[in-house]
């Protein structure tokens, strides 16, 4: 299995995972054969990379996902419509988002060494829509791994969904800038915290925990951060889980005003941030938390040969030779093995 750009996608390799539309239909199911037509018409809908895999013997490894693409869709529809009501200054239905969030952490709580290991084939809607679901699913993954009781992670995962609620009174000039800010538009960026904790204290069917997860998850170890320059002691555990995951995905993403990075280079920025910036053991559980190879990573091995992820577990991770006597070939990759990988080229 191989991400590619739909430029890089040649007619008769076949589709690797389900395509679906934003209100979670199927478009294309796995297995299909892509035509010039069919990828035509998927440029057309804005996609621009899908997981594909070169013929139908389909010998893919089965990949235990987070959370389902099922889910995923309607999380980020929950997310966008809800953060379009507070915009238009109309009643939030938090009691949605709760249910949302007790969904999410049930498929996660639900299956043993869940891992945030796959690249998004579209963000069918705005960055901070589907950036705040990966966030809710990479929070919730690190707060299990840390030992969070059911109902904290609940409360965790529904600050997550909701951390960036102060963005959307933000003027979208300043969100979409490709260059730096000035100092007074910093100013007002800096204000989305705040902006978003007031808009959510007022429900009491909000967790007022949640709602600080908005406010503080910018703050920094150090006392660096904004609104407040808060300092270790004074910052929640959820505003630090959410802070780590906010900054890992931001990183891998890609912005006007900023390209993204490898996942396994933004890994090493967080550690390298840690315990200046960031919590060192939330930094830590991050690292279990999500793949350094995402599945569909093309790596250099140490032995020099080129291989693809196909599949990424906590402890091992599955590549699949590219080309030689070798090609078509398995290898699992633990801590253990002589073969490691080298570097991602792609």
């Known amino acids: 299995m191989k991400f590619l750009s739909l430029d890089a996608i040649k007619s008769g390799m076949y589709l690797a995972r389900d395509v679906f539309s934003a209100d979670g239909k199927v478009l294309l199911a796995r297995g299909t ?20 895999y070169d013929n139908n013997e389909n010998k893919e490894l089965e990949i235990a996902e987070p959370i389902s693409e099922k889910t995923r869709i309607q999380a980020v529809k929950v997310v966008k419509d809800n953060l379009t009501k507070a915009l238009a200054w109309q009643e ?9 969030a007790e969904v999410i952490v049930d498929e996660i709580c639900g299956k043993n060494d869940v891992i945030f290991n796959m690249m998004e084939i579209k963000a069918h809607d705005d960055y901070t829509f589907s950036h705040s679901v990966n966030i809710c699913i990479i929070s919730t993954i690190i707060g299990k791994l840390l030992g969070l009781s059911y109902t904290r992670l609940k409360k965790l995962a529904v600050g997550a969904l909701l ?13 979409a800038k490709d260059g730096n800010l ?26 007022i925990l949640s709602a600080h997860v ?58 390298a941030n840690s315990p200046l910036k960031y919590d060192q053991k939330v930094a830590t559980a991050l690292s279990w938390a999500v793949a350094p190879y995402p599945i569909g990573s093309v790596v ?16 091992k991770t599955v590549v699949q030779i590219m080309s030689g006597k070798k090609k078509g070939d398995f290898l699992e990759i633990t801590q253990d093995t002589e073969v490691q990988i080298e570097d991602r080229l792609a």
């Open 33 to 52: 054969r892509l035509t010039k037509a069919y990828l035509r018409r998927l440029k057309d809908f804005d996609y621009t990379h899908l997981y594909v």
């Open 92 to 100: 939030m239905n938090i009691r949605q988002v709760n249910r949302l």
């Open 163 to 175: 951390h960036d609620l102060g963005k959307i009174y933000i003027e979208k000039e300043i969100l």
């Open 182 to 207: 000035t100092p007074e538009e910093t100013k007002q960026m800096q204000q989305h915290p705040r902006l978003g904790f007031d808009r959510l204290r007022i429900y009491p069917d909000l967790s």
């Open 214 to 271: 908005a406010y503080q998850h910018h703050e920094r170890e150090d006392g660096s951060g904004y609104p407040r320059s808060l300092c270790s002691k004074e910052i929640h555990p959820f505003a630090k889980i959410v802070a780590v995951a906010d900054s890992y995905d931001a990183m891998i993403s890609n912005r006007p005003y900023k390209k993204p990075v490898f996942s396994h280079i933004a890994l090493a920025d967080v550690k």
């Open 300 to 315: 250099l091995l140490t032995n020099k040969e080129k291989a693809v992820v196909v599949n990424a577990k906590r402890k």
